[in-house]
């Protein structure tokens, strides 16, 4: 390594520190600003050096310069674009795609790396083999994977579980054949071989999310960042350069992270995700005595009573809320009942929403300050100190059925609504949550069902307590 | 093996334990822009897909060396654009323009709270 090869070496390492500054100021909302600032100048950094060394090297040809100035441009021009335009509550979609071109370069990188270093005499290094097969395979896995993700969460593509007669045998021929071959590669220098590589694993990652459930959109987002992130370090050990390894291994280990939490919040193994959604297998089993149980449901002005004279409310978003636009019809209303002296604070789920910290961001772009964000260990104990709950599309991780044992969601941590004096739920009608499962909350004496779609009740439920307090 | 992959591996190896010791220090309020954080992070893949250039000298690796670029500048670019764009709505305050409501507080009559909201508006007058 020359002296010039070294300093770019330790330029990279510094970008990559200034990587892990920036995450770290992510600890608090305080100051995670900060950290995405201080992250983008070590980004910066990585690129100005990145620069100096193709043209200290001097061997990029005319047509190289024109290729990457123009890719980087148009790269460039969409990836704004798509930041500037994209609704938060499309925030998944755009993650998704973010992976699927990051695991695509990575995995590109590798192709490059092994079609030039074929075509000179001598063929591959073994150890750079392994990496650049790594790479090939996750990287083409993710692009795929997230495609289809992406396309799952716009709607482009059914968000039902997708599963066809011998699609399962598929996948895992799929699998073999990708794995086998890149393990025969490890021994004898094929181009063809690593062509079928890139194919199967394009295929496996197609079939791989396809079976998936929105529901566990999640937890597969965060597993397909994880890939990303390990597709880069493989990139990084390819071309021998520390800041795409140390990026790579940092976001390897965010997105297993949050993969475990998420698959912790829905009490579902990882495997059982990836092998099929819910409601895919056995039929689904009634809760015995809730089905035959009473549902009481109330209209606008009672609810807006409840709510105007409680002193302590806690409002509990899920998905629906987001899927109808509610989110700035609850913070309207959430700020009257505030302005009246009443406590208010919201209970957030970890898997409310499409992808982690998801219904954090949605109430946060509708003006919701922070601190009345509490999540789920927080916010369990407030239940039985509180008047109201309001439940506004979230169905499974209310039900009280998941303490017991025997039954789908058995075990699955959930909020505690069921401690609240009083219960208001906003919900379209009595259908089922993903576990297609009866949600015992709304069989419960205290509490009242408000049938409506969230956006139209948050507009009538503000509209009657501003009626009945002047 | 090569001290360059020993390096390496330690390298990566060290990363993944830092990794995980920052990333669990993450509220779950931040978890969105966690990732997409993250998301731009493996951005720094378009100085790989830059360094194709530098060997790229026919047609495949012309196509190969575009294709990497776009890909790569769109996932920089676009993430840290929409990390900002995000982290900016995290406020610990509601915005008070932002929310006709807040209105009636700060005619004071309502006790403390409005005695606070108007000293919030104060200050907030003080500072623009």
Redo the contacts between chains.
């Keep these: 390594m020359s002296g010039f090869e070294g300093t770019i070496q330790l330029v ?1 390492v510094l ?2 520190a200034l ?2 500054l ?3 100021l ?5 100051t ?2 900060r ?3 201080v ?2 100048t070590g ?1 910066v950094i ?2 100005v ?3 100096i ?2 043209i200290h ?1 001097g ?3 005319t ?3 024109i ?2 100035i ?7 021009a ?3 674009y ?3 335009t ?1 609704q ?1 509550t499309a ?1 998944p979609q ?2 998704s795609a ?2 699927s ?2 695991g ?3 995995a ?2 590798a ?2 790396d092994y ?2 270093s074929e075509s000179h005499a001598g063929g591959v290094l073994g ?1 750079t083999t392994v990496f650049t097969l790594l790479d090939v395979l996750i990287g083409s896995v993710t692009f795929s994977g997230s495609i289809i993700a992406a396309g799952k969460l716009q709607g482009w593509i059914g968000g039902q579980p997708i599963i066809f007669k011998g699609s399962r045998l598929l996948n895992v021929a799929l699998a073999v054949v990708a794995v086998g071959t890149a393990a025969f590669m490890l021994t004898t220098a094929s181009l063809p071989a690593l062509f079928i590589v890139v194919l199967a694993a394009l295929g496996f990652g197609v079939l791989m999310v396809l079976p998936i459930g929105g529901a566990d959109m999640p937890v597969v ?2 597993l397909l ?1 994880a890939f ?2 390990t597709a ?2 493989m ?3 390819v ?20 993969t475990k ?1 998420m698959a912790d919040a829905m009490n579902r193994s990882l495997a059982n995700i990836i092998v099929g959604g819910f409601g895919t297998g056995d039929s689904v089993v009634a809760v015995g005595a809730a089905a035959d149980a009473h549902v009481r449901s109330i209209a606008a002005d009672d609810a807006a009573i409840q709510l105007a004279y409680a002193s302590k409310v806690i409002i509990v978003p899920g998905y629906g809320l987001a899927a109808a636009q509610a989110q700035h019809g609850v ?2 209303l959430a ?2 009942l505030e ?1 009246r ?1 009443i406590e208010v604070s919201y209970a ?1 789920h ?1 898997v409310a ?1 499409r ?4 219904m ?2 949605l109430l ?2 509708a ?5 009345l ?1 509490k ?1 789920m260990d927080e916010i369990n104990p407030e239940f039985g100190r509180s008047d109201v709950a309001l439940v506004i599309g979230a169905n499974d991780v209310t039900n009280p059925a998941a303490r017991r044992p025997g039954n789908e969601i058995s075990g699955m941590p959930i909020l505690d609504v069921d401690q609240a004096k009083s219960i208001i739920v906003v919900k379209r009608s009595m259908g089922h949550g993903y576990a297609g499962l009866e949600n015992e909350l709304y069989f419960d004496p205290k509490t009242s069902m408000y049938f409506a779609d969230a956006k139209k009740a948050m507009a009538e439920l503000t509209a009657a307590v501003k009626t009945l307090v002047g | 093996m090569s001290t360059a992959l020993v390096t390496d591996l330690t390298i990566f190896i060290l990363a993944l334990l830092v990794g995980i010791e920052v990333i669990g220090k993450v509220p779950a309020t931040l978890h969105t822009p966690l990732m997409s954080a993250t998301n731009s992070i493996h951005g720094i893949v378009l100085a790989g897909a830059l360094l194709i250039g530098l060997t790229a000298h026919n047609t495949v690796g012309y196509i190969l060396a575009f294709v990497a670029a776009v890909f790569a500048s769109a996932n920089v670019v676009g993430g840290y654009v929409v990390t900002e764009r995000m982290l900016k709505m995290f406020r610990r305050k509601a915005p008070e323009q932002n929310s006709p409501e807040m209105g009636t507080a700060l005619n004071g009559h309502k006790g403390l709270k409005g005695i606070l909201s108007r000293a919030d508006k104060a200050r907030s007058g003080d500072s623009a």
């Design positions: 990279y970008a990559a990587f892990v920036g995450l770290h992510m600890n608090s909302p305080a995670a600003r950290g995405n600032q992250s983008m980004m990585a690129g050096a990145t620069l060394l193709l090297d061997t990029v040809t047509t190289g310069w290729v990457l123009a890719g980087t441009l148009i790269g460039s969409i990836g704004l798509a930041a500037r994209v938060m925030m755009l993650v973010f992976n071109v990051g695509g370069a990575a590109l990188i192709i490059y079609i030039n150890s987002i965060s960042n990303t992130g880069v370090a990139a990084g050990f071309i021998g350069n520390w800041a795409l390894i140390v990026a790579g291994a940092l976001v390897g280990a965010s997105g297993g992270i949050l939490l913070a309207e700020t009257l302005d002296g957030i970890p929403g992808m982690p910290g998801h954090n961001v946060a772009e003006n919701v300050p922070y601190p964000l999540e």
